[in-house]
């Protein structure tokens, strides 16, 4: 069995990961467990350069395929905003509960709140190769956080279709309609789909 790394350090994008990655007849391993500590600086323009930056730093470091995303939060009346910035969105120092205050004010009497989350899957080979993958989740932002479940900006997201927000479900409700889960689902087809040409 091939092991992959993961190049997240984030805890819940892991657990995420792994859950919905376990159909792959795949080791998944994580930065932690190789002892890699280092820092990608994000300088991409886009969610598929910022991923690749990622995977190609911890391949280089792990000589193992690396397995990474970026992700984020479009708000159409923010005009895309936090975007590419959603994880320093109002400054690096934020916590995440004050992140979600500060977009919340920023829409403050705002009618329009639709949003979407996005979500960019690559995998870089020792080989130099990648393979990517690109998924969504459309919903409203809430006036107000609700639930305590999941990370970042999920309090104050309602995915369309669903009464809860997206901290209030349950782990296999969110992966089951989420960006990372519409974009690993995703990746895994394309990862069998090239699983000869990738030597896997």
Do not use: W
Request: glycine fraction near 8%.
């Amino acid at each position: 069995m091939n092991n992959y790394v993961l190049a997240t350090a984030n805890i819940g994008k892991i657990a995420e990961m792994r859950e919905i990655l376990s159909s792959l007849n795949i080791n998944i391993v994580t930065r932690e467990d190789l002892g890699i500590t280092i820092d990608v600086e994000e300088t991409g323009a886009t969610f598929l350069e910022n991923a690749t930056l990622k995977a190609k730093a911890i391949c280089n470091a792990s000589g193992l395929p690396a397995i990474a995303d970026d992700s984020g939060l479009v708000v159409v009346s923010l005009n895309g905003e936090p975007g590419l910035h959603s994880s320093s969105y109002g400054g690096f120092e934020l916590t995440s509960k004050e992140r979600n205050t500060f977009l919340l004010l920023k829409m403050k009497n705002m009618e329009q709140r639709a949003a979407k989350f996005v979500c960019t899957i690559v995998c870089v080979f020792p080989s130099g190769k990648s393979l990517y993958a690109t998924g969504e989740c459309h919903g409203t932002i809430l006036t107000q956080p609700q639930g305590k479940g999941g990370f970042g900006y999920d309090p104050v997201f309602l995915p369309d279709g669903k009464s809860k927000s997206m901290a209030q479900l349950t782990a296999e409700e969110k992966n089951a309609i989420s960006h990372r889960g519409d974009a690993l689902r995703k990746f895994i087809k394309v990862l069998k789909a090239n699983s000869t040409e990738m030597q896997l």
